[in-house]
């Protein structure tokens, strides 16, 4: 049998490529990427990465085994870190307003985690939160190895997302997810890679909205 995070990236790879022939992602890379656009979407993700803390932390009080529990803590306090801090960096680079409003795709998107949270199923509920991680990461590898460097005002938000100790650490979460997996059975197992396509497709709505402002 497959792993259930090769099944997953099988059922998200469409979805997946999308986002990386985005022109908000594209023009990441060349550092083309208009101010105005960055600015929507950091001032979202200001708002979603909110949420998000308090559900990797929800998570984590579902985890029995205690090291699998201080792993998973881990990542989330240094992951959560990380990103306030870029995210800090770009506020004050660029004037940004943090106190917008959610957009539809960013409530919806924390309705989509909440409410996989709240099935109290730890494998549904990481298979939700998943592609915060997952896509991130691949993203910014990817815009590691094609981005232009020199000059390129966003260049932060691409070392934060590609580096390697963000990316062992996401490895870290696929083989807990993969072990989760392993051990449910087939309801489940389908219902989280309902779940993690469906977080791809949000991510890829949160950047088109970014970019289009609608």
Same mark, same amino acid.
């Given at each position: ?12 790879? $469409? ?7 985005h ?6 890379a060349? $550092? #083309? ?19 998000? $803390? ?9 985890? $029995?085994?205690a ?6 803590m ?9 990103e ?6 770009m ?27 709240q099935?109290?199923?730890k ?11 997952w ?7 990817h ?10 005002p ?7 997302y ?30 989280? #890679? ?21």
């Open positions: 049998m497959k792993k259930w995070t090769e099944e997953a990236w099988a059922e998200a790879s $469409g979805i997946y490529a999308d986002i990386i022939d022109p908000f992602i594209l023009e990441l060349d $550092g #083309t990427l208009s101010v105005e656009r960055f600015k929507r979407y950091i001032a979202q993700d200001e708002l979603y990465l909110g949420n998000y $803390g308090r559900q990797m932390y929800a998570f984590a009080d579902m985890i $029995g085994d090291s699998q529990k201080q792993m998973f881990e990542f989330a306090k240094a992951g959560l870190e990380g306030k801090a870029m995210h800090q960096m506020i004050a680079r660029f004037g940004i307003d943090a106190s917008a409003s959610p957009s539809k795709v960013t409530a919806a998107y924390n309705d989509h985690t909440e409410a996989a949270i099935t109290g199923c494998e549904i509920a990481l298979a939700s939160l998943l592609p915060c991680i896509i991130y990461n691949e993203v910014g590898k815009l590691k190895a094609i981005a232009v460097n020199a000059g390129n966003y260049r932060e938000w691409i070392d934060e590609g580096n390697e100790d963000f990316s062992a650490s996401v490895a870290n979460i696929l083989s807990l997810i993969d072990e989760y997996a392993g051990n449910t059975n087939v309801i489940i197992r389908k219902e989280m #890679t309902s779940q993690f396509r469906e977080g791809v497709h949000f991510e890829y709505q949160f950047w088109d909205y970014a970019y289009k402002g609608e």
